[in-house]
Each structure stands twice: as C-alpha cells, then as structure tokens.
C-alpha cells in the first residue's frame, strides 16, 4: 500500500492551497473531497485583496464582477455609499469556480484529487496516520492535513474549541438584466438590530448573492432579518438557486493546530477574521503554511507561523466585533468619515491588517471612548428599500 508523504483531508481553498505547496516541492501529495468539483458551497465569495495576494498567479480568478463602490445602511436606514477611485476593492467569485480551479492548479503542481471519498475517522502513530474512509479503505500518510469544515473529523481528531459561533444564511437569487446593472459594480452591506449582525449583497452577473450571519442561539431573529432585508431590497419575488445556512466558528486563542502528525487549517482549525466573519484569505494562507511546514519537515512550525502571521489580525478583529456589537450606530457613523473609509478600503485591498489598524493611537483612542459608551437602543427598521 502507498504511504504519501501528505494526505488532505478536504478540497477547499486549505486543502488545495496545502496540496499545491506540497506538491510543487516534490512530495507525494493526495486530496480526498467527499464531494465533486464543482460543487456549491455556501460562501460570500468576495476575494479581499489578502486572498488575491495569496493566490498569486496560481490562476486566473474567475470574478463576475470587480466592486468599487460600497452602499452601507443600518438595518435599512441612514443609507449612504462611498466609491473608491483607485480600483476595485472586492472581487466576486463563485466558489464553485473558483475552487474549481484551485483544484486543477493542485493537479497541475503534481497532486492527485480523489472525489466523492468520505473520511470515518484518523488514527495515528508516531510514523504514521491512518484514514478510515466510509467505503471501508484506508490511506496511509506520512503527515495530514485538515481541511475539511470545523464540523469535520480533523477538527474532532485534533480537538479544535472554539470562543465564537455564528450562524449564516443565503440565497442566491437569479435576476433579470435591470436589477444586474442596478448591482454591478456596488456591494451593500447592512448592520442589524442583533448585536455583532449583518447583511450583504454582492453581485455577480446575472445573479445576487443575499445574506445575513449573526451569533448562534438566535436562529429565529436571523431567520427574519434575512425575510425583512429580501423585502426592504425588492427581493422577494426572486426564486433562490440556492437557499442555504451554515455555522462559522472562531477558534480559541488557546485551541490546538496540531495533534501528532495531523495539521489543521481553515475552518477545520476555526481560522477566520472575527467581525466579518472573512475565512478564505485565512484558508489560503494557512493551507500554505501547513503545506510549507509539511515541506520542511517541521510540524511545529505550523503553529507559529500561524500566531505570527494570523493570530494578530483575528484578536484585533474581536476586539472590533465588541465595539461594533455594542454600538452598531457609532460604527455606521465612523464608516461614513473619511478615516473610517479609509480604513475599511484598506482592509479590502489587503493594504492594513486590522492589528496593525487598531494599533494606532488615533483608533485606540476612539475604541477606549466606545468603551464608555452604553450599548445602543435598538432601532426599528423603515420600509424603504435601499437601491
């Protein structure tokens, strides 16, 4: 029986980031996805200029439209949009494309993809790990990596704990050529009335993708937000393509990357910017840290890579989720400041991390005057729809 030098356990963006570090090295490298490119997944799919950066000439992103210009309301009131001259800030893909074709750079680079291949369980000594996989098979590898969901058996095997879970749901909803060009171009993004909520529209072509995500534990108030957000936009005669709902979860500062032999990344490690709940940059990049470290022969690396290149940004981005939780209305206003334009351009180009962000004087000083403020009352929406 073959023993591979890497086994990865899903073919998301981790996976195939980690398969294709590890391939293009020259290890042998295999991917098992329990589904079949290409496959739909629940995902904004907007690329931030940091998951461009990291995908680099990997392949040709296959984005339905480049956004320039952001709509911002508070749970539909107070409406205002701002453009950005200099270039798009967010490309918009569908991930069933795009990872697609991370799937065929990994192929490219010297890995082989086994499809519909389901993993029951791991095991692992200090040689080697095992996976059990539902037809009753088993793959030996050298090393693993998780890539597989935070509902995953990585995840399970390695004992992720998580401090933040969130529930997100979305439509993707086909429309017709005048509501296309109302779109294209423009992103919109509501903050609503359950703390740390919120709800977007990204266009892509010829249709829109629709959603809202807030704490777990509301299901119902979610539920309504995503009802009256389709409503106020003029939605609701729309037939969704895909009507679906996911939990993102948020690792502890404390919770395990590794066990033994066996790495995880993405969602499968709880890696994502807290506020926004963004995962695929993190996807990407610690794919390619897992695979790197997979290459080097030192295991241990994974994990400071990781406190070093991601753990920053995702403590300032609860540190951000808390004040925007709090004062959702201070939060709207600030967006609407050129300083807080500027700063949310430059996390959309990838050009500040938000540690390096709310490491300035002037931000630490807004964020302790936040701190003393009350939490805001709950506003109720209006009937406008916003265009």
């Known amino acids: ?20 570090v590890a391939a293009r090295a020259g290890l042998s490298t295999l991917v098992v996805e329990r589904a079949a490119h290409p496959r739909y997944k629940t995902c904004g799919g907007g690329l931030i200029g940091t998951s461009l950066a990291a995908v680099g000439d990997r392949i040709d992103v296959p984005a339905h439209d480049r956004v320039d210009r952001v709509t911002f309301t508070r749970d539909g009131r107070r409406e205002f949009t701002r453009r950005h001259a200099d270039g798009p800030l967010v490309a918009m893909v569908r991930r069933d494309e795009f990872d697609d074709r991370l799937r065929a750079a990994a192929v490219a680079a010297g890995a082989e993809v086994r499809e519909r291949v389901a993993v029951r369980a791991l095991e692992q000594d200090p040689d080697e790990v095992r996976l059990r996989l539902a037809d009753g098979g088993t793959v030996r590898a050298r090393a693993v990596i998780g890539a597989d969901g935070s509902s995953g058996v990585t ?13 997100g749901l979305e439509l993707e909803l086909p429309v017709p050529e005048e509501e296309q060009r109302r779109w ?7 903050w609503g009335t359950i703390p740390g909520s919120y709800a977007w529209v990204f266009p892509k072509g010829d249709r829109l993708t629709v959603g809202v995500i807030a704490a777990r534990g509301e299901g119902e108030r979610t539920r309504d937000y995503l009802r009256d957000f389709i409503d ?44 926004s709940r963004e995962g695929i940059s993190y996807a990407l990049r610690s794919g390619a840290l897992a695979g790197a470290a997979v290459v080097d022969g030192d295991l241990d690396g994974y994990p400071r890579a990781v406190d070093r290149d991601l753990v920053p940004s995702m403590r300032a981005g609860h540190r951000l989720l808390d004040v925007f939780a709090r004062r959702p209305d201070v939060f709207h206003a600030l967006l609407a400041t050129p300083p807080g334009w500027r700063m949310f351009v430059q996390f959309c180009q990838g050009r500040a991390s938000f540690a390096e962000t709310l490491d300035r004087a002037p931000v630490r000083a807004a964020l302790a005057l936040l701190d003393r403020l009350p939490p805001a009352r709950q506003v109720r929406p209006t009937p406008a729809v916003s265009r």
Do not use: K
């Open 1 to 20: 029986m073959i023993i591979w030098d890497l086994a990865v356990v899903g073919g998301g963006p981790a996976g195939l980031s980690a398969a294709h």
């Open 155 to 167: 995840a399970r095997h390695v004992g992720v704990r998580y401090r933040q879970v969130d529930l």
């Open 184 to 190: 294209r171009g423009r992103l919109l993004l509501d």
């Open 232 to 275: 106020r936009l003029g939605l609701s005669g729309a037939t969704p393509e895909h009507d679906s709902g996911h939990l993102t979860r948020c690792r502890a500062d404390d919770s395990p990357l590794r066990r033994g032999r066996v790495l995880v990344t993405g969602d499968a490690a709880g890696l994502l910017e807290p506020w």
